[in-house]
């Protein structure tokens, strides 16, 4: 199952590189009733943000996604973060437009590729950045940003890999977003603070639109620093 809103989407864009180009908010959700799925991605979507990521991580992820597909045409769908062999074929079957990989091994990349959906493997270290640029890829995940060392190790990234760029994930709080996003090697910050456990269960939707819109707020060029690494 494919739709059209990504191809639509770059076709806006003035020079479209990548799903990096789409947002510099990349909002992932996880929930354990799929029925939850759509009016989370419209208060999502009613913030401005134009995407979602569903998290794998349980059975209900699939479902979700398809809920998505379906009754809220309006955002990009996609599935994260991808690590088993069978899951980039099921989230394409259930409506995803994009894929974003906690791994980066060639296998994954294979399974990717053969989905013919846009996607991003995942990285944690320079060795591992390499190989996928010599693989043809410029775009990837920076998997556990806080964990693997921040700031610091994009800054290493950039000194060893300066023609890759990140979409950071991982142990990254609100207000760390001005700083992922004013290093010139990151194009976009995965959130997963945007639908709070809470406001899913007392179906708080207006809640999960005010997080969202403070997320793209403090993501906007206006609000970040450029700098140099």
């Known amino acids: ?3 059209t809103l990504l191809g639509a989407r770059f076709g806006q864009m003035k020079e479209p590189r990548s799903l990096l180009d789409l947002s510099t908010v990349m909002p992932v959700i996880s929930l354990t009733d799929a029925a939850d799925a759509a009016p989370v991605a419209r208060a999502i979507e009613r913030s401005g943000v134009p995407l979602i990521l569903v998290a794998l991580d349980n059975p209900v992820g699939y479902a979700a996604i398809e809920r998505i597909a379906a009754e809220t045409p309006d955002i990009i769908v996609g599935a994260a973060a991808v690590t088993d062999m ?3 074929a099921r989230a394409r079957d259930a409506g995803a437009e994009f894929l974003v ?5 060639a296998p994954m990349r ?3 590729r053969a989905t013919e959906l846009p996607h991003l493997p995942g990285v944690s270290n320079a060795l591992q950045a390499m ?5 043809g890829y410029t775009d990837m995940v920076l998997t556990s940003a806080g ?13 060893f890999t300066p023609a890759a760029r990140f979409c950071a994930t991982e142990g990254i709080r609100p207000g760390d977003l001005p700083r992922y996003l004013s290093a010139p090697n990151v194009g976009c910050v995965v959130a997963d603070w945007l639908a ?12 999960i639109q005010r997080l969202a819109e403070v997320a793209l707020k403090l993501s906007t060029p206006a609000v970040t620093t450029v700098r140099a690494l």
């Open 1 to 3: 199952m494919s739709r």
């Open 86 to 88: 069978d899951q980039p």
């Open 101 to 105: 990989a906690g791994v980066g091994h």
């Open 110 to 112: 294979d399974a990717m």
């Open 131 to 135: 190989e996928l640029l010599d693989d």
């Open 147 to 159: 964990a693997a060392g921040g700031m610091r190790q994009l800054k290493t990234l950039a000194a």
């Open 196 to 207: 709070p456990v809470d406001a899913v269960r007392r179906r708080d939707w207006d809640r």
